[in-house]
């Protein structure tokens, strides 16, 4: 059994090495976005706040739709966290269906990037890069199965290392290459384990569940949903005071996002989350809505008094990006998001060197001395 797992191991571990190696560098990378955004792009990412403090919101957005003609803003991205962090939004040019990316100075109102596709944008290269490999749906599936392929290195390679713990700080310098690549291999393969479970399994969750629902659900069209060429909601809609309403709303509710309608009759809705939740909370996981003519309220959810597994489905985001605990968590996420990286390369190496040995006088590697050697992955 554990000489199949070993071959299994190998095979996997060989088949998906690149696609995790790409899959982890971007992620470690994704986990300080924010920072790379601010120190490559200081000119669209950040500004000087004013003691006045920000325009209200209702003022933001008018400010972006007069610098911007024919556009509708849809959707507006606050930072409650640092003062002098830009602010996103969305906006729509009238008649399309294109949704793009500003960056907005919150003090001023003034927009300091040109609409562009958010794909376009920093983060959102990495993050394409990061779940389709700009493959589309195709690339969906894939980085899914390399999710999963990722669990299951991880718990082959427990199972072949069963006596892990007698080596696990072992690296032997002064032995071949092999050993030396098989010991990197392992120690960094059981460090990293729950790791590679954690982000392997709410990867493959995430994007095998996305290709699931467009299999085997109704799929709406873009083309068919209505194109809109004017705003849709007032300007006098009292958007600062729906802010303040959706507070009470849900006790200690924070707005993260706001979402303004793209369609005619659509809601005006505040995503975000209570200011007591836990770590493991996303951002984004409450709402409170209200209707884009009058700004009457029409409904409330509250993710904490939701279902369990709505709960569990919510806490991926945080403990996916490591978007919890401040930087020393970001610092430890991108450490164990390069794990795949560092696995596929140390793996490589190691079925090259012994397919050399294989091909030498000296012959195979016997498999009962799979742990000295190491396996492809772990």
């Not at 002064?174 to 990867?203: E, I, K, P, Q, Y």
């Not at 467009?214 to 004017?230: K, Q």
């Not at 996981?285 to 597994?309: I, K, N």
Request: net charge neutral; with cysteine.
């Amino acid at each position: 059994m554990r000489k199949a797992f070993w071959r299994i191991h190998s095979f996997v571990g060989l088949l998906a090495a690149a696609g995790l190696m790409l899959i982890g560098i971007t992620g470690s990378l994704l986990v300080f976005h924010e920072e790379l955004d601010a120190l490559l792009f200081p000119a669209q990412t950040r500004v000087e706040p004013l003691a006045s403090g920000k325009l209200p919101l209702v003022e933001r957005v008018a400010a972006v739709e007069r610098q911007l003609p024919g556009h509708a803003v849809t959707g507006w991205a606050p930072n409650n966290a640092d003062p002098r962090a830009a602010e996103g939004a969305y906006v729509m040019p009238f008649g399309t269906r294109e949704w793009q990316w500003v960056t907005v100075d919150p003090y001023r109102g003034d927009v300091l990037t040109g609409p562009r596709h958010h794909d376009f944008t920093f983060k959102g290269w990495l993050l394409n890069l990061h779940y389709t490999f700009y493959l589309e749906d195709v690339g969906i599936a894939v980085t899914g199965l390399l999710g999963a392929a990722l669990c299951f290195l991880g718990v082959s390679g427990i199972i072949i290392y069963r006596r892990f713990w007698k080596s696990l700080l072992r690296l032997r310098w002064r032995a071949s290459a092999r050993m030396l690549w098989g010991d990197v291999h392992r120690s960094v393969g059981v460090a990293s384990v729950a790791f590679n479970l954690l982000l392997g399994f709410t990867g493959a969750f995430w994007n095998l569940s996305h290709v699931a629902e467009h299999l085997f659900d109704p799929h709406v069209d873009p083309d068919d949903e209505a194109i809109f060429h004017e705003k849709l909601f007032p300007a006098s809609l009292p958007l600062d005071a729906m802010i303040a309403d959706a507070a009470t709303r849900i006790q200690g509710f924070e707005t993260n996002y706001v979402s303004l309608p793209w369609a005619p009759g659509g809601a005006v809705t505040f995503w975000g989350r209570t200011h007591d939740a836990g770590w493991f909370r996303s951002p984004h996981g409450s709402q409170v809505a209200y209707t884009s003519d009058t700004g009457a309220f029409t409904s409330a959810y509250d993710l904490t008094a939701g279902p369990l597994w709505s709960q569990v489905r919510d806490a991926f985001v945080p403990l996916h990006f490591g978007s919890f605990g401040g930087l020393p968590v970001k610092i430890l996420w991108a450490l164990g998001g390069l794990a795949p990286a560092v696995l596929s390369v140390s793996g490589m190496l190691v079925w090259w060197k012994r397919r050399a040995r294989v091909a030498s006088p000296a012959g195979a590697i016997p498999v009962d001395r799979v742990e000295t050697a190491g396996p492809i992955l772990s």
